[in-house]
């Protein structure tokens, strides 16, 4: 097998966990000498383009008389086969089953009728199982597309469960977990931007999310609210999304809206973590939690919910504490417990750190690598 490979990446560009793994593992094996090709509807949204191995692949999304609705999954379909062609791929990594692994093992058929054969990696993160996996109407869809692919992987154990759980899937699955850049959290506290958004004497608190409903971002104002009537805390709330609006009404009810501030999206999220001093996640399902992640590698706790996988990333006792969905007495409890106590702060900061290392790139850049090596090597056999 080849040294330096030709890979696609598909995946969704929008502000989201799986996109960002995506975009920030294209990026690092661009690094190691790969040549990157990424197809989607839209430029992901973390991707630079300045680099000499990385490409971008746009699908359109035009509209056609014949279709009442944008047949997306056959433009994806066509478009992996016109760069399978014509940039000779080596290996196609997907992310999300449908309708990306379904895109890919039908692209897959037809550039077989061209006799090239081009081995598909599929990444599940969460809600192509959680939410469309328990559809009945795309189960049989997703069942095909997990089993047709020549490797699968899932970012937490807990979302490898609960894919055997309710599909009937006869390919081995291996868990990688999500990754992370080191390298990009460890910023010194910005004073002037911690004065600028807090006073002196005041924690911050953040929360970063798409704000849907399974954030339960209501949560997260009612867990501040409590906090509120103990300690003198700012509330930073990054992303934007349908709860938006309530969340901003809930905290005018409260009457700690000038507690609380609303960032909209950003695109660089480093130096807001660097002076926080608490993450918020008390999302109905996670599975992985890759902004917790990114809060850990900045040094700061985390309280969450128990759900999914967030367990294998925030340490109950140790980088933060855990509780049951809706648990708002207790995450504020928890919270209020870590604010008074500056020492255990500190030492949960500093776990939260360590933790977040055995997540670093380095360490699991590897082991995708090792299964591209492999499934090279059993075509080139062929």
Same mark, same amino acid.
């Given at each position: 097998?080849?040294?330096?490979?030709?890979?696609?990446?598909?995946?969704?560009?929008?502000? *989201?966990?799986? *996109?960002?793994?995506?975009?920030?593992?294209?990026?690092?094996?661009?690094?190691?000498?790969?040549?990157?090709?990424?197809?989607?509807?839209?430029?992901?949204?973390?991707?630079?383009?300045?680099?000499?191995?990385?490409?971008?692949?746009?699908?359109?999304?035009?509209?056609?008389?014949?279709?009442?609705?944008?047949?997306?999954?056959?433009?994806?379909?066509?478009?992996?086969?016109?760069?399978?062609?014509?940039?000779?791929?080596?290996?196609?990594?997907?992310?999300?089953?449908?309708?990306?692994?379904?895109?890919?093992?039908?692209?897959?058929?037809?550039?077989?009728?061209?006799?090239?054969?081009?081995?598909?990696?599929?990444?599940?993160?969460?809600?192509?199982?959680?939410?469309?996996?328990?559809?009945?109407?795309?189960?049989?869809?997703?069942?095909?597309?997990?089993?047709?692919?020549?490797?699968?992987?899932?970012?937490?154990?807990?979302?490898?469960?609960?894919?055997?759980?309710?599909?009937?899937?006869?390919?081995?699955?291996?868990?990688?977990?999500?990754?992370?850049?080191?390298?990009?959290?460890?910023?010194?506290?910005?004073?002037?931007?911690?004065?600028?958004?807090?006073?002196?004497?005041?924690?911050?608190?953040?929360?970063?999310?798409?704000?849907?409903?399974?954030?339960?971002?209501?949560?997260?104002?009612?867990?501040?609210?409590?906090?509120?009537?103990?300690?003198?805390?700012?509330?930073?709330?990054?992303?934007?999304?349908?709860?938006?609006?309530?969340?901003?009404?809930?905290?005018?009810?409260?009457?700690?809206?000038?507690?609380?501030?609303?960032?909209?999206?950003?695109?660089?999220?480093?130096?807001?973590?660097?002076?926080?001093?608490?993450?918020?996640?008390?999302?109905?399902?996670?599975?992985?939690?890759?902004?917790?992640?990114?809060?850990?590698?900045?040094?700061?706790?985390?309280?969450?919910?128990?759900?999914?996988?967030?367990?294998?990333?925030?340490?109950?006792?140790?980088? *933060?504490?855990?509780?049951?969905?809706?648990?708002?007495?207790?995450?504020?409890?928890?919270?209020?417990?870590? $604010?008074?106590?500056?020492?255990? $702060?500190?030492?949960?900061? $500093?776990?939260?750190?360590?933790?977040?290392?055995?997540?670093?790139?380095?360490?699991?850049?590897?082991?995708?690598?090792?299964?591209?090596? *492999?499934?090279?090597?059993?075509?080139?056999?062929?």
């Amino acid at each position: 097998m080849k040294d330096r490979l030709k890979i696609g990446i598909v995946c969704y560009p929008t502000y *989201g966990g799986s *996109g960002v793994i995506a975009t920030e593992l294209g990026i690092a094996l661009s690094e190691k000498g790969h040549e990157i090709h990424f197809i989607s509807y839209d430029q992901p949204f973390r991707l630079d383009l300045f680099s000499e191995k990385i490409y971008y692949h746009e699908v359109s999304v035009s509209e056609y008389p014949l279709f009442e609705y944008t047949p997306y999954e056959l433009n994806l379909t066509s478009k992996l086969v016109d760069v399978a062609l014509y940039e000779g791929l080596d290996i196609l990594h997907v992310h999300y089953a449908i309708p990306h692994a379904s895109s890919a093992v039908n692209a897959k058929q037809i550039l077989a009728t061209h006799n090239i054969h081009l081995p598909i990696v599929t990444t599940l993160h969460g809600t192509d199982i959680t939410l469309l996996g328990k559809d009945k109407s795309f189960k049989p869809v997703i069942e095909y597309a997990i089993n047709m692919s020549d490797a699968v992987t899932v970012v937490s154990e807990n979302l490898k469960q609960v894919t055997l759980e309710y599909l009937r899937i006869k390919k081995e699955i291996v868990t990688i977990p999500n990754f992370i850049d080191m390298s990009l959290y460890q910023k010194k506290s910005d004073k002037n931007l911690r004065k600028n958004l807090a006073g002196e004497k005041e924690f911050i608190i953040t929360h970063i999310s798409n704000f849907r409903k399974v954030k339960r971002v209501k949560d997260v104002i009612k867990i501040f609210n409590k906090v509120c009537q103990n300690k003198s805390v700012k509330l930073l709330m990054i992303g934007d999304g349908p709860e938006r609006i309530k969340a901003e009404q809930l905290s005018r009810v409260y009457g700690i809206e000038e507690q609380v501030r609303f960032l909209g999206k950003l695109r660089v999220i480093e130096n807001i973590l660097a002076i926080s001093d608490i993450f918020f996640l008390p999302s109905e399902t996670e599975s992985f939690g890759l902004v917790a992640l990114e809060a850990m590698a900045s040094s700061t706790a985390v309280i969450s919910t128990n759900s999914g996988g967030l367990p294998e990333v925030n340490i109950n006792g140790k980088t *933060g504490f855990l509780s049951d969905v809706g648990n708002i007495d207790k995450m504020a409890n928890d919270t209020i417990r870590l $604010l008074s106590d500056i020492n255990m $702060l500190k030492k949960f900061k $500093l776990n939260a750190l360590e933790h977040a290392n055995s997540f670093a790139l380095d360490n699991i850049l590897p082991k995708y690598q090792e299964i591209y090596k *492999g499934l090279c090597h059993k075509i080139k056999e062929k």
